[in-house]
């Protein structure tokens, strides 16, 4: 069988059941890509492609409260200290900050939502002032986000040392405001609250680079301070920028050169998609899971393949997976149990059925 490209208009309405069993797990585990615009073998695959693996016949499916909470709990005390949680965007909602996702793996807030191309920009100046305009006005959500109860209870679970390391794709450092252990905490996707020069790595807080913006653009400056006044802030996305009309011009959006190196192009401290991880990041990752005995995945769908691959190298090294999530992942294949619960349920039982040997957030 020959799998041709498939054409930008097909793509949303691609069913999976018609491509055969082996070739779709062939595509999946080998990041073979459907459509010719989209880079191979970089860290995240185009949003879209999102390819549910149907559960194996030993999977223990999960749909019940007390259950999952014993599942985890058992997880957390068998592995004496020895688990790698793996975070995503479904921790972080309970906090404002949009999912990618809904439970059937598309975009729970934008259906047609596309993120920006790390090629794009890095190489075209509209795109990047597209996306300094819309992010300047998105950053006051993530600004002033705080903690929920999952970040809290995973939190406490980690300064009590039954976590041994938390890795995040979330980008917000809410883990890290909720207490998570800073040197047994990665960020695998980076963070918004800094940013960086491309050439020479200076780097500034998103609030310095924020205020810059501000003094650039008075007339946007104007604008987001009477969104916020009048309580009627745009749609935001889970990257952080917000959802604007089509008629919304670009062209004036104003934002600084390297202040440092003077020519360098200012970028979020985010892996992009299409952007590799830093070495730095994936060694680090690698590492925790292989000193590991278990994984568990909380509030992910494990889309991206810089995730996904983690979990796959835990099940190859014969850990233990656990998934809580609501809604299918990328992992279910593979994982030992899964919770299709939310996150805060969850994770508030099981820090109460541990509570005596973890103490109080």
């Known amino acids: 069988m020959v799998l041709r490209p498939l054409a930008p208009a097909t793509m949303p309405t691609l069913r999976f059941s018609t491509i055969p069993r082996p070739l779709l797990v062939r595509c999946l585990h080998e990041h073979t890509l459907l459509h010719p615009r989209i880079p191979v073998l970089r860290t995240k695959v185009r949003p879209s492609l999102l390819l549910p693996i149907a559960p194996t016949p030993g999977l223990e499916f999960i749909t019940e409260v007390e259950p999952a909470i014993r599942a985890v709990a058992d997880l957390l005390k068998d592995s004496g200290g020895k688990v790698?949680?793996?975070t995503g965007a479904g921790v972080s909602t309970d906090s404002g900050i949009p999912d990618y996702r809904g439970e059937k793996g598309a975009y729970a807030v934008n259906a047609n939502y596309k993120p920006i191309y790390f090629q794009e920009f890095v190489s075209i100046h509209p795109f990047r002032q597209r996306y300094w305009a819309r992010g300047y006005l998105g950053w006051s959500q993530i600004q002033h986000a705080h903690p929920n109860a999952t970040h809290h209870s995973l939190a406490s679970l980690h300064r009590a040392g039954l976590i041994s390391h938390l890795i995040t794709?979330?980008?917000?450092?809410?883990?890290q405001a909720?207490?998570?252990?800073?040197?047994?905490?990665?960020?695998l996707h980076g963070t918004l609250h800094e940013v960086h020069c491309l050439s020479c790595s200076h780097t500034v807080s998103r609030d310095e680079f924020q205020a810059t913006l501000a003094q650039m653009n008075p007339d946007w400056a104007q604008w987001a301070a009477g969104l916020e006044q009048s309580g009627t802030r745009p749609q935001t996305n889970p990257d952080g920028d917000v959802e604007l009309p089509a008629s919304i011009s670009y062209a004036g959006f104003a934002y600084p050169?390297?202040?440092?190196c003077g020519t360098g192009v200012m970028k979020p401290s985010v892996v992009f998609f299409g952007e590799n991880i830093h070495p730095r990041v994936?060694?680090?990752?690698f590492q925790a899971v292989e000193r590991s005995k278990a994984v568990l995945v909380v509030g992910s769908s494990l889309a991206t393949y810089s995730a996904f691959r983690l979990v796959k190298v835990a099940k190859e090294l014969g850990k233990q997976v656990g998934i809580v999530n609501l809604g299918v992942t990328r992992g279910d294949s593979i994982?030992?149990?899964k919770v299709d619960l939310g996150c805060a349920l969850?994770?508030?039982?099981?820090?109460?059925?541990?509570d005596g040997g973890v103490g109080s957030s």
């Open 84 to 86: 790698v949680v793996l």
């Open 169 to 175: 794709q979330n980008v917000d450092r809410l883990h």
């Open 178 to 187: 909720a207490g998570s252990l800073p040197d047994h905490t990665t960020e």
């Open 257 to 260: 050169s390297c202040g440092s």
């Open 282 to 285: 994936k060694q680090v990752s």
């Open 335 to 337: 994982a030992d149990f």
């Open 346 to 354: 969850v994770f508030s039982g099981v820090q109460r059925m541990l």
